[in-house]
């Protein structure tokens, strides 16, 4: 059987083999810093740059704590910040999906009167 690379903390192995983590899966985060606003953060620049399309289903709190080797309640309050902000939404019992990004109108304050 093949070694597996180092594990995040928080995962076990059976939970890394489902998932196929390996060390260059995970971003690298100052862990100086509050870990949840890097991961957000990250989140947040991925659908901005089209990564996670509005409707696209995003990465559970399981494969973000594996990415980003935080706890599964790190990278829930990173999700849960981004729901606040209107970037994500949840479909109870299905996860976080990524909202419709606004229109440079909604953005600026700006009405179409």
Do not use: K
Request: charged share 20%; proline share 7%.
């Amino acid at each position: 059987m093949p070694t597996l690379p180092r594990l995040p903390r928080y995962l076990t192995t059976s939970i890394a083999r489902r998932l196929n983590c390996s060390q260059a899966d995970y971003v690298e985060i100052d862990r100086s810093q509050p870990h949840w606003p890097q991961v957000a953060a990250e989140v947040r620049r991925r659908i901005a740059a089209g990564t996670y399309r509005p409707g696209e289903r995003l990465p559970g709190t399981v494969t973000l704590a594996a990415e980003f080797d935080v706890s599964q309640s790190t990278a829930s309050r990173a999700l849960a910040s981004l729901r606040a902000d209107g970037l994500v939404y949840v479909v109870s019992g299905r996860g976080y999906f990524a909202a419709e990004a606004p229109s440079s109108n909604e953005s600026t304050g700006q009405s179409h009167d």
